[in-house]
Structure formats: structure tokens, C-alpha cells
């Protein structure tokens, strides 16, 4: 029933919601004069925490492409046995300088014990100098086409991050898998890791500039209220106090009672004025925004035969008989006037 109401009697419903916002509108205009500034203050809260979000999401962002290094990769072999994927892939940028390596998913399964030993001599790393670095392979006990290459750094010790180097990582064709097929070529796949000094960089210029932001929107805050705290109430209560009505009292040659009466109405004159200023300007903010309320503005008044009704109230005719009796009686008393 309340559903059929709503769509027999949508005028109705846009009239009470109209009356709401005219309601809402008089109970804003009575608001006490420092409602403007906390106003004005939720405004700058606002836009802050929208500068600070969109901050953030923008260092998020630049976080999340520093590690889109996957990418599938179609490798070689002979047609039954050959890599599928790799990670990362030939060519790639921004490889991870922790645990660097190669991992590799191939189409047969290649964790027989029988061949470790001899595949582990197929993987060959190429540090930036030309030089072999040692490896280890590593077999995935849950995916046994899937194994996985890396820098041994027992005996060197953990690459430092720094500038971007390039790595190469050769794969003999003689690799074997479970069932004894080979790869059957030479696999060569090159890549180069992540620039970590620009990086920290690029997110230290970040930093700077949202914690530079954020500083300057609260400092010019805070000296936009204590502007406003000088021109309020704290302003106002030190001039109240720097009045003196002995020394006025002496000056004008008044005496106390009356200089006191005096400055009361100025002060309640300057308070009147300022409150009609803060609720004109607040009227003023609500005439940006246009409120159907149904009422329709017109030149000026119009006979409601004008538009288009026929019906007759009898005012006009009662108005004219009242006139003419009016008449009737003006020219009796000047004729008895005239007889005296």
C-alpha cells in the first residue's frame, strides 16, 4: 500500500521534501554568528583528507608497478617437452634483486631424483661482469613441472640493491625430464633488475611532497583560525577588557553611569551589526543553490479571468454599488451645504 501511495501521490511526496529543505533553511538562518567559520573550517577538513587520500593512492600505485615483473613466456623444445612459462621472463625489467632467479614451468615433469644431479649442471647464471655465478635448483614438491633457479650466496653473500644490472641465464638443450625426452636446444633468457636508487628516490620525492603538503595545509589552518579567533569572540572580550570608564569618564568630563550606558549600546550595536552581516552572507551562500519550493515568480497581478476561468465571485460588482453609494452621499451633503 505505502509503494502504491508513492506512485499515485509523487507531488505529494515532493512536497513534503521541499518543506523539509524551506524548514531547514530557517533553522540555518538562526544559527549563531560562528556558525559560518565552522563551516567554512569542515570545508578545509574535507578537501585535506581528500588531498591525503588521493596521496596515498598515488604512492600505492607507483608501489604496485615497481613489482609487476610476471609475464607468460612460450618457450622452446621439441614439441612434447618444452618450457611453458618462466618467471621472470626473457627481456624483462625490474627484476627483484632478492632471491634472484629464474623460475621455470615446463610442459612434462622434470623432479626425477635420477636426473637432478645432471640437470642441475644445465642452468648456467651470467652475473653484469661476465662472470658464472653459482645456483641452486629447487624442485616444487606440490607441482613437479615447475623448478626453480637461484643465486647462491653462500659464499659471495646477498646482493646489494642499487642500480639497474643485467643477468643472463643459459639452459642447455640436454635437460631432461622424467620420461628421458631432452629439451633439445639451448634456451637463453636475459634480464635486468629494478633501479632500487631511483626508486627510493621517486618515493622519497613522494614523501616530501605529502608531508610538505600536509604541513602547509595546517599551518595555514591554524593561522586562518587564530585570524578568526583575533576578529571573534577573543578579540573582542580583550577590547572589552582594555575599556576604561574612569579614564572615558575623565576624558568627557561624563560621569561613570553614563560613559558605562554608552559603551553597552556600542557594544550591542556593533554585535547586532555583525550578527546581520554573518546571517546576510550565509543567506547569500544558500542563493548559489536554487530550491523548488512550487512557488512561481510572476510580473505582476493578473484578473483570474486571465487565466482562462469563468468563474465570478460578485466582489467587483459590490465594489462598484459600495463606490457609487459613496458618490450618492458625498453630493447630498454638499447640497445641504449649499441650502444653509
Known amino acids: ?26 533553522l540555518f538562518r538562526r544559527k549563531p554568528a560562528g556558525f559560518r567559520n565552522k563551516r567554512l573550517m569542515t570545508k578545509r577538513h574535507e578537501r585535506l583528507r581528500l588531498f591525503n587520500i588521493a596521496t596515498v593512492i598515488i604512492l600505492i600505485a607507483m608501489m604496485a608497478v615497481g613489482f609487476a615483473l610476471a609475464s607468460t613466456w ?28 629464474v623460475k621455470f ?11 637432478r ?4 649442471k644445465c642452468f648456467t647464471l651470467i652475473g653484469p661482469d661476465g662472470n658464472v655465478l653459482p645456483t641452486k635448483v629447487y624442485y616444487n614438491p606440490k607441482d613437479a613441472t615447475q623448478l626453480l633457479v637461484l643465486y ?21 638443450g640436454t635437460l631432461v625430464n622424467n620420461e628421458g625426452a631432452v ?22 620525492v613522494i614523501m616530501l611532497l605529502m608531508m610538505g603538503g600536509m604541513v602547509f595545509f595546517t599551518t595555514r589552518q591554524a593561522s586562518k583560525k587564530a585570524a578568526e579567533n583575533a576578529q ?45 552581516k554573518n546571517v546576510r552572507e550565509y543567506d547569500e551562500d544558500f542563493e548559489e543553490e536554487e530550491y523548488d519550493n512550487g ?15 469563468s468563474y465570478i465571485t460578485g466582489r467587483k460588482a459590490l465594489a462598484e454599488a459600495k463606490k457609487a453609494e459613496e458618490e450618492r452621499l458625498a453630493r447630498r451633503r454638499a447640497n445641504a451645504k449649499k441650502k444653509r
Do not use: C, W
Open 152 to 172: 647462491d650466496t653462500t659464499e659471495t653473500g646477498p646482493l646489494t640493491a642499487g642500480k639497474s644490472e643485467h643477468y643472463q641465464l643459459k639452459v642447455a
Open 295 to 309: 512557488n512561481y515568480k510572476v510580473k505582476g497581478p493578473r484578473p483570474i479571468s486571465a487565466g482562462g476561468s
Open 117 to 120: 644431479e645432471a640437470n642441475a
Open 232 to 276: 571573534g569572540g577573543s578579540g573582542k572580550a580583550t577590547r572589552e577588557e582594555a575599556f576604561n570608564p574612569y579614564k572615558e569618564a575623565k576624558r568627557t568630563g561624563k560621569s561613570v553611569a553614563e560613559v558605562m550606558a554608552i559603551h553597552e549600546k556600542e557594544v550591542a550595536k556593533a554585535e547586532a551589526k555583525a550578527s546581520k
Open 105 to 115: 614451468t615446463f610442459s612434462k615433469d622434470i623432479d626425477a631424483e635420477a636426473n
Open 183 to 204: 629439451l633439445g636446444e639451448d634456451v637463453n633468457i636475459e634480464f635486468d633488475t629494478i633501479n632500487q636508487s631511483f626508486n627510493t628516490s621517486v618515493y622519497m
Open 1 to 26: 500500500m505505502q509503494g502504491n501511495h508513492a506512485a499515485i501521490f509523487p507531488r505529494t511526496k515532493i512536497r513534503i521534501i521541499v518543506k523539509i529543505r524551506i524548514n531547514e533553511r530557517r
Open 74 to 101: 612460450t618457450a622452446y623444445g621439441d614439441g612434447g617437452f618444452e618450457i611453458v612459462e618462466t618467471y621472470p621472463r626473457d627481456g624483462a625489467t625490474n627484476a627483484a634483486v632478492e632471491n634472484l632467479g
